[in-house]
């Protein structure tokens, strides 16, 4: 660095003195717009201001909500209500209520395995949590833990080691870049307040797979008032919208098993 700013002002001082001080307020400038994220987080270094956005529950926290879900496929548009419970990293429970009558959809999942029961068809299926089983239930390619950290108002980890980070300012942002090995990546968009504003998931490739707006109400609220998806093919989107929430200490984790019922067809995925 030294020796660039030596060669840099041997070849200022053949110019007018004028023109000098253009090019090192330039510079100054430069420094203070995009490298100025201590204002943020003083003496973060980017994996920390990555990790200090917890969401809106911890490790230890159940979270309970009613959900009004508008979903947006190229087949159509339908809005339901579920009752939710969510745990980080990868417990979720859903239950879509029917405007007359009991839930006719349930799905429950653990790191380790995801049930499905259907009353109406009378059928119970069960394998392991990955996007392309909960692919044939809903429309959307996520895995439940993909799911489950953006629900609690963070980011979703990465099963892939040595990550790469970048982090600035971006206006009154901090932006903070991840990219992995595989060549995957995602950027978060965080606020003043240390809230998750912005998520956007790349492939390999570097194009985006989907992205995630976060919108709060009162500034002292950490819960987001309403979460949006938007996939890539700019059509099918999410939108949750929470209410009746509550968070509690995870001392019983029974809500995110299910008996299977009697007299039902169970049905393995693969």
């Not at 996520?142 to 990465?158: C, K, L, N, Q, R």
């Not at 570097?206 to 992205?211: D, E």
């Not at 938007?230 to 029974?254: H, Q």
Request: aromatic letters at 12%; one cysteine or more; hydrophobic letters at 45%.
């Amino acid at each position: 660095m030294l020796l660039y700013l030596q060669n840099f002002f041997s070849r200022v001082i053949k110019f007018p003195l004028s023109l000098a001080v253009t090019f090192l307020l330039l510079i100054i400038f430069l420094s203070y717009g995009c490298v100025r994220q201590k204002d943020i987080y003083p003496d973060f270094p980017p994996q920390k201001n990555i990790m200090a956005i917890p969401g809106f529950i911890d490790e230890n926290d159940i979270l309970s909500a009613v959900a009004k879900i508008d979903l947006i496929t190229p087949d159509g548009y339908y809005p339901v209500k579920a009752v939710l419970f969510i745990k980080k990293p990868s417990y979720l429970r859903l239950e879509l209520l029917p405007v007359i009558g009991n839930p006719d959809f349930f799905l429950v999942a653990s790191p380790e395995k995801m049930s499905i029961f259907i009353p109406s068809k009378e059928k119970f299926y069960y394998g392991k949590p990955t996007a392309a089983n909960l692919g044939q239930f809903l429309p959307w390619q996520f895995d439940i833990e993909d799911i489950v950290m953006i629900f609690a108002g963070t980011y979703p980890s990465w099963k892939e080691k040595n990550i790469a980070y970048q982090s600035y300012q971006e206006n009154n942002l901090l932006r903070v870049e991840m990219k992995a090995p595989s060549g995957c990546s995602q950027t978060v968009w965080i606020g003043e307040n240390g809230r998750l504003l912005k998520l956007v998931r790349n492939d390999k490739t570097g194009k985006a797979l989907y992205t995630v707006k976060y919108t709060y109400g009162k500034a002292h609220v950490s819960i987001p008032e309403k979460i949006n998806i938007s996939m890539a093919d700019g059509v099918t989107s999410l939108s949750v919208k929470y209410s009746d929430v509550s968070i509690e200490k995870a001392n019983d984790l029974s809500i995110f098993d299910i008996v299977v019922p009697d007299n039902v067809k169970i049905i393995p995925l693969y």
